[in-house]
Nanobody
């Protein structure tokens, strides 16, 4: 069964922190590079951070130094620690394996992150 469950979003003031969590089914998680995506209103979904099965990470420039992605392979979970949040980080955040967006057929419900100025 394919499953992605994101949690941990909320409303915070600029400069605050949130920690997002994602539980994935083994069919999505196993041996895959996993990532966090986000979609702001009126914008395309974008890949924010990735982590390989061995723990090598990548971040887009706008979140470098503020976000940290991690994974626990034994539990099929990934997390995103978000610090120094900015209003422009406001979006629905999703986790998934890293693929071109057009090749991803399943998404979880996402978790809303709202950063007030």
């Amino acid at each position: 069964q394919v499953q992605l469950v994101e949690s941990g979003g909320g409303l915070v003031q600029a400069g605050g922190s949130l920690r997002l969590s994602c539980a994935a089914s083994g069919s999505i998680f196993s041996l895959n590079t996993m990532g966090w995506y986000r979609q702001a209103p009126g914008k395309q979904r974008e890949l924010v951070a990735t982590i390989t099965e061995r723990g090598i990470t990548y971040y887009i420039d706008s979140v470098k130094g503020r976000f940290a992605i991690s994974r626990v392979n034994a539990k099929n979970t990934i997390s995103l620690q978000m610090n120094s949040l900015r209003p422009e980080d406001t979006a629905v955040y999703y986790c998934n394996k890293v693929r071109p967006l057009g090749l991803i057929s399943y998404w979880g419900q996402g978790t809303q992150v709202t950063v007030s100025s």
